[in-house]
């Protein structure tokens, strides 16, 4: 702070581009980062990106019963929802040092 109480507005601005570059470049990690979700021991695995796109879902042949297509569903959305899962640690674990408990900044995970 300089005499008066004014805090020094270039030192401001350069602790705020500092922040701004390092948001892009965590938000460029989680574009490259790929994270999976699995359900039924492995039957069913989900891969997302760590912004949180699915990008692939496999099923191993032993989940399919074609008398029981619930539990596949089932097992899809339990597969799923652990991979948003991961990428919500990832996000906090990539943003939230950046952040400093600024809060929402509208990214995922926040």
Known sequence: MRPGGQ?????????????QQQIADAQAEL???EVT?????????ATL???GEVLSVKIDPKAVDADDVETLEDLVV????NGSEAVRAL????MGPVSGGMGGLGLPGF
């Open 78 to 81: 339990a597969a799923l929802r």
């Open 7 to 19: 805090p020094n507005l270039q030192q401001l601005m350069k602790q705020a581009q500092k922040m």
């Open 91 to 94: 996000t906090e674990e990539k």
């Open 31 to 33: 574009a490259e980062a």
């Open 49 to 51: 990106s760590g912004t």
């Open 37 to 45: 979700g699995t359900a039924g021991g492995g039957l069913v695995t």
